[in-house]
Every structure is written in C-alpha cells, then in structure tokens.
C-alpha cells in the first residue's frame, strides 16, 4: 500500500523569504516522488519528480525537493519565494511499477500564500 | 501550449440524476485518466483508459461510473446515479505515453455538486 501525507493545510510565508511546503510518504517498495502545482482555474501541473540518483531534486519556477529516505519526506522548497508561487501544491507518490500499474497517490494539497 | 480542457466548469444536479463530465485531451495523446477530489481530501485515481479500454480501475470506480471515447477527441466519464458523496472536483488528464502522473497532462477540473 501506499500512501503519502501533507500535514499542512496552508503555509504563509513573506516574499523573499525561502519556503518549505512538507511531504511524507509511505510505499512499500522503492517511491516515485512528484510534486504538483495548481493556480486557480488551471490543471495540475507537473514540477519536479524524484525516481533516482541526487537527492535533491530540482525543477520547474525554481523549485526543488530533497528526498530523504531516512525520514520519508520528500519536502518542497524555494530559496526565495514570489507572490506568483500563492498556490495549491500537491504531494504524490506511486510505488516502482509492479504489473505495469502506476496507480498514484496524491496528498490533500498545501495552500502556498505568499505575502507582499 | 496544448492544453487539457473539460467542461463544463461547474454542474450542479440532483441527487439519482446522470451526469457526463467531458474533457477534451491533447490531440496526439492515447492515455487517459479520471482523478477526482472530495473537498479538503485528496486527490484519487478514478481510471485509466487505452485504446478504447480500461487499463486499470480503482475501488471507487464501481459501476455507478463508466468512460467512453465517443469520437476521436472527447473523453467522457459518466456517473449513471448521483450521490450526494459523488460532489467533488473531477479532473481529467491524458498522455502520449504510458506512466504515472508525471507523464499526464491534467485539465482545470470541473466542480460537481449533487444536492
């Protein structure tokens, strides 16, 4: 089974200044981590994904996440935040495909509200 | 950009009524996928449907539901009787290839509510 929690409804954060938006997860194999993004009215969109290799992952808007096995986290960041970041990000994960299956499991979703 | 479209946007229906969310994806694109989202729950995996067939189903896709390729560019999800549990966010995704959900492209949504 797997699983994945976001334990933040909401995070407040000033621009300039770095945010974390956190991500845990539960798999029973190896996970495939990916992080999405959704501004109002829009779709998911794809930002960053781990599946191998360097732990810190980085992708779109600037945008990166740190795998940590140890703790099963797989945290969003950003150094320095924009008012443009205020958004709705969501946490996935899927376990290494098995049967050919890719069934995902999203998080509820953290609201990103960036301040002026 | 290409993009994933659905409508409509918002529908509201009675509860036992039938409903057909739409969704237009990316035109070279096979794969396609049904996710919805109960207000302030998670996201969760409806469908995926290929060459004209389910490719796999979760355990809320019973048989209340059903998708369809009616024409070489919509793809519907229908749900025969509505359910007050049925009000979510419904999302629409597709893909040119097979994968998880970093291959997908997703739509906007359309917001479902069953009074």
């Known amino acids: 089974a797997q699983s994945v929690a976001q334990p933040e409804d909401q995070v407040n954060v000033a621009e300039g200044n770095p945010l974390t938006v956190k991500c845990t997860y539960s798999?029973?194999?190896?996970?495939?981590l990916f992080w999405y993004v959704q501004y109002p009215n829009r779709g998911l969109q794809f930002l960053l994904k781990?599946?191998?290799?360097?732990?810190l992952v980085k992708g779109s808007y600037g945008f990166e996440a740190e795998f940590n096995k140890s703790q099963t986290s797989f945290h969003l960041k950003k150094p320095s935040a924009l008012v443009s970041d205020s958004a709705l990000y969501f946490c996935?994960?899927?376990?290494?495909?098995?049967?050919?299956?890719?069934?995902?499991?999203f998080g509820r979703g953290t609201s990103l509200i960036v301040h002026p | 950009e290409p993009e994933v479209t659905q409508t409509p946007s918002h529908q509201v229906t009675q509860m036992g009524q039938e409903v057909i969310l739409r969704c237009v994806p990316i035109?070279?694109?096979?794969?396609f996928y049904w996710y919805r989202q109960i207000l302030g729950q998670k996201v969760e995996f409806l469908v995926s449907f290929y060459n004209n067939e389910i490719s796999e189903k979760s355990e809320i896709f019973d048989d209340q539901f059903s998708v369809e390729r009616p024409d070489g560019s919509n793809f519907t999800l229908k749900i025969r009787s509505t359910k007050l549990e049925d009000s979510a966010m419904y999302f629409c995704?597709?893909?040119?290839?097979?994968?998880?959900?970093?291959?997908?492209?997703f739509g906007p949504g359309t917001r479902l509510l069953v009074l």
């Open positions: 798999v029973s194999g190896n996970p495939y």
């Open positions: 781990y599946i191998t290799g360097d732990n």
């Open positions: 035109s070279n694109h096979l794969y």
């Open positions: 996935a994960v899927r376990d290494s495909p098995s049967g050919g299956s890719y069934i995902p499991t």
């Open positions: 995704a597709s893909s040119d290839q097979a994968g998880g959900p970093e291959t997908q492209y």
